[in-house]
């Protein structure tokens, strides 16, 4: 599994935080949506600027977020943060102080299923 790792942002804050390759598709597809079908390029990196942004804000205290409403279904506990429409779902790992970025989803898309996440997370 390919992951971004953001750095210059880890010395002072608790968690590191990287993003799965399944979790920048997810955002790279919706400003593709935007940019092309919604002709507003400017609105595509608004949007993806501040879905960084909101990424990069769990690097502190990212179990304010809730568990998924669908975590039953996981062996996992996995985590949501909320951005606009979107749902950033994430796990956190305590021990080594990562929390992983799995998928970015709009929120009227059908509950997070096993097979939507990355084959090394399950």
């Given at each position: ?101 799995l998928r970015v989803y709009h929120g009227s898309r059908k509950e997070l299923r096993s097979e ?7």
């Amino acid at each position: 599994m390919r992951v971004k790792r953001w750095k210059g942002f880890e010395s002072n804050l608790a968690y590191r935080v990287e993003i799965t390759d399944s979790a920048l598709a997810d955002a790279e597809q919706y400003v593709h949506f935007i940019q092309e079908e919604k002709q507003e390029p400017e609105a595509a990196e608004r949007w993806f600027r501040g879905l960084v942004k909101a990424m990069l804000a769990l690097q502190e205290l990212p179990h304010r977020c809730p568990v998924i409403p669908e975590a039953e279904e996981f062996n996992l506990e996995l985590r949501q943060a909320i951005y606009y429409s979107y749902r950033i779902i994430f796990r956190v790992d305590k021990s080594t102080r990562l929390v992983t970025i799995l998928r970015v989803y709009h929120g009227s898309r059908k509950e997070l299923r096993s097979e939507d996440l990355p084959s090394e997370i399950k």
